[in-house]
Each structure stands twice: as structure tokens, then as C-alpha cells.
């Protein structure tokens, strides 16, 4: 909570991007018509941090680009983010999303866990069931 209402007046630079910020967490949502402003904005956090005694942790950041996979048109990827990997799917707020707007992992690994959780139940609490 704390941070949240100190990150308050962290905002964006450019218009039509956006700031999420959950507990500790906050995600830098740039559209593609945007995508020229992500050095400044990531310069931006980097000096907000800075003035408000805190660190950007570059280790734990990572950016993911959304792609509709059903266009027909092969699309060109931004450039790469200097100390900022790239990734193919991200969890956020527990939940694993992927550059084609897929929960699919995240519904497997649910699913996973009722199964393992059935069983469980099935060893030791054969009468149960």
C-alpha cells in the first residue's frame, strides 16, 4: 500500500502510455504507435526512482511484446532494451500470460495442480471419494 501511494506521481511522459502499479509491481504499458518512447520512459522511471530513494532493478524487469497472432502481415519487433530482457511470457499477479495474449500455461499448470490435488485426496482419503 505504502507504495502505491508513493509511486502516485510516477507517470507516464508520453500520452497513451500507461502505468499499473500493484503492491511492488509496476507495468509499463506502451502501445505500439508509442513504441519509439520506451528509452525515454525507462529513463523516466530510472530518475523518478532516484529522487524518491529508490533503485530500478534491472533484474527483475523484463519486457514482453503483445503480437496478435492472427494478422496475416509479418510484423517487425521493436529493438531490444539495453539490460532489459526480452521474454516470451510473463507472470503477473500469478497468473502467466504470453506475447499472443494466451493463458493457456497458466490454465495447464492449474489444471495440474486440481489433478495432483485429486489424487492426493484419493491416497488418503479413499473413503472419500
Same mark, same amino acid.
Given at each position: 500500500?505504502?507504495?502505491?501511494?508513493?509511486?502516485?506521481?510516477?507517470?507516464?511522459?508520453?500520452?497513451?502510455?500507461?502505468?499499473?502499479?500493484?503492491?511492488?509491481?509496476?507495468?509499463?504499458?506502451?502501445?505500439?504507435?508509442? +513504441? $519509439? &518512447?520506451?528509452? @525515454?520512459?525507462?529513463?523516466?522511471?530510472? !530518475?523518478?526512482?532516484?529522487?524518491?530513494?529508490?533503485?530500478?532493478? *534491472?533484474?527483475?524487469?523484463?519486457?514482453?511484446?503483445? +503480437? $496478435? &497472432?492472427?494478422? @496475416?502481415?509479418?510484423?517487425?519487433?521493436? !529493438?531490444?532494451?539495453?539490460?532489459?530482457?526480452?521474454?516470451?511470457? *510473463?507472470?503477473?499477479?500469478?497468473?502467466?500470460?504470453?506475447?499472443?495474449?494466451?493463458?493457456?500455461?497458466?490454465?495447464?499448470?492449474?489444471?495440474?495442480?486440481?489433478?495432483?490435488?485429486?489424487?492426493?485426496?484419493?491416497?488418503?482419503?479413499?473413503?472419500?471419494?
Amino acid at each position: 500500500m505504502s507504495y502505491v501511494v508513493n509511486a502516485g506521481d510516477l507517470t507516464p511522459l508520453t500520452l497513451g502510455n500507461v502505468f499499473c502499479k500493484y503492491a511492488d509491481d509496476t507495468y509499463l504499458i506502451i502501445p505500439a504507435s508509442n +513504441v $519509439d &518512447s520506451r528509452t @525515454r520512459e525507462i529513463e523516466n522511471i530510472r !530518475s523518478w526512482s532516484c529522487a524518491n530513494n529508490l533503485n530500478l532493478n *534491472l533484474k527483475t524487469s523484463s519486457e514482453i511484446v503483445f +503480437v $496478435d &497472432s492472427m494478422r @496475416r502481415r509479418q510484423i517487425q519487433l521493436p !529493438s531490444l532494451l539495453e539490460g532489459i530482457p526480452r521474454v516470451c511470457s *510473463l507472470k503477473i499477479l500469478e497468473i502467466t500470460i504470453n506475447s499472443h495474449f494466451s493463458v493457456s500455461e497458466y490454465v495447464s499448470c492449474v489444471i495440474g495442480k486440481c489433478a495432483q490435488t485429486i489424487q492426493a485426496l484419493r491416497i488418503s482419503l479413499p473413503w472419500a471419494l
